[in-house]
């Protein structure tokens, strides 16, 4: 089992911003691709961002694009999620996962090892 561990989420004001982190340990994850996914109260998972194994080939979902950057440092196993200009509707619990593949898409299948989720809180 791959440990996938999430950091950098908490309070916010509308329109700062917030960087998440994601390690995987034991260098699993450093062949494939990572990605990060919300989910508030009520709601199902929401594809937020991916990044293919090597950096080049990136996907954001439509709330986000624009606003957020996804990007990875293979040599640390982890992900930053870089969020700006955050609005209310960003919060939720944010979850990071390793691709089964060196390149995923959208779909939480496409993903194996998910973390326990950080919590982001935005306010108006």
């Known amino acids: 089992q791959v440990q996938v561990i999430e950091s950098g989420g908490g309070l916010a004001q509308a329109g700062t911003s917030l960087r998440l982190s994601c390690t995987t340990a034991?260098?699993?994850?450093?062949?494939?691709?990572l990605g990060w996914f919300r989910q508030a109260p009520g709601n199902g998972r929401e594809f937020v961002a991916t990044?293919?194994?090597?950096?080049?080939?990136?996907l954001y979902g439509d709330s986000v694009k624009d606003r957020f950057t996804i990007s990875r440092d293979r040599a640390k196993d982890t992900v930053y999620l870089q969020m700006n200009n955050l609005k209310s509707e960003d919060s939720g619990l944010y979850i990071c996962?390793?691709?089964?593949?060196?390149?995923?898409?959208?779909?939480?299948?496409?993903?194996?090892?998910w973390g326990r989720g950080t919590q982001v809180t935005v306010s108006s």
């Open positions: 996962a390793v691709g089964r593949s060196a390149v995923a898409g959208s779909r939480p299948d496409g993903y194996q090892y």
């Open positions: 990044v293919s194994w090597n950096g080049g080939h990136k």
């Open positions: 034991r260098r699993t994850g450093s062949n494939n691709a």
